[in-house]
């Protein structure tokens, strides 16, 4: 085969088929004769089927921390192995890849150029995974967003359609900026007066949840609900 030759052009079922035959020629006192054919030899290529699995490890994560994408390329076909496969995922801009690395398969490798990220094995056998692992540090130009991005999965005896098996994932950053301003209603008091207080929580950024105020009384002063 030539390199770069599409082996679904060639499909017959589960197989890319190649025909091929022999051809001689020969002259004799100076005279052709016709070509002459070899029988029809047949090299078939089982194709596979490629999954891919891509996850987060939460889908909330604050500035700062290491978020882990996870994504398993799975060849679905037992019977048959896939060749040279290479699994692509760009990581959204908000995030900065730290590190990545890929097992499973026979020589996985992974590698990163910025947040584009790559992994390649030579072979995966029938119902293996190679799972590849992605740690990023959430960055502030994400806060407030959504993110969604797609893994895409392909090697050179592919049967799916496309040629490549996809995968999505949603992650979201969320870090909130908390301030908190107490005052009375008046600076001095005589005994037995009402005191009245009032605590303004400010969030000037993020989603702030689970917010709880705390507010011990000082000695001398008894809570009284209005």
Not at 10 to 33: I, L, P, R, T
Not at 34 to 48: A, T
Not at 152 to 164: H, L
Not at 194 to 207: M, Q
Request: hydrophobic share 35%; aromatic share 6%.
């Amino acid at each position: 085969l030539t390199e770069g030759t599409d082996l679904q052009d060639h499909m017959e079922g589960d197989y890319a088929v190649f025909h091929n035959k022999g051809y001689v020629m020969w002259a004799q006192n100076g005279q052709s004769y016709d070509d002459r054919e070899s029988n029809d030899v047949i090299v078939r290529i089982r194709m596979v089927e490629l999954a891919i699995d891509k996850v987060v490890d939460k889908y909330e994560h604050q500035i700062g921390d290491d978020v882990v994408w996870t994504i398993k390329v799975t060849n679905k076909t037992a019977d048959a192995s896939a060749y040279e496969v290479s699994m692509t995922d760009t990581i959204p801009s908000e995030y900065e890849v730290t590190e990545v690395s890929a097992a499973g398969g026979t020589g996985a490798k992974a590698s990163h150029d910025g947040n584009k990220v790559t992994a390649t094995a030579d072979t995966l056998a029938g119902g293996g995974t190679m799972t590849v692992t992605v740690h990023s540090k959430a960055l502030e130009a994400g806060n407030e967003k959504e993110m969604y991005n797609t893994a895409s999965a392909t090697c050179w005896n592919i049967k799916n359609s496309g040629k490549k098996a996809d995968d999505d994932a949603e992650s979201h950053t969320n870090s909130a900026d908390l301030s908190i301003d107490k005052v009375s209603d008046r600076y001095e008091y005589e005994v037995g007066d009402a005191a009245h207080f009032t605590v303004k929580v400010k969030n000037s950024k993020g989603t702030a949840n689970n917010v709880v105020i705390t507010d011990a009384l000082p000695d001398g002063m008894v809570l009284k609900a209005d």
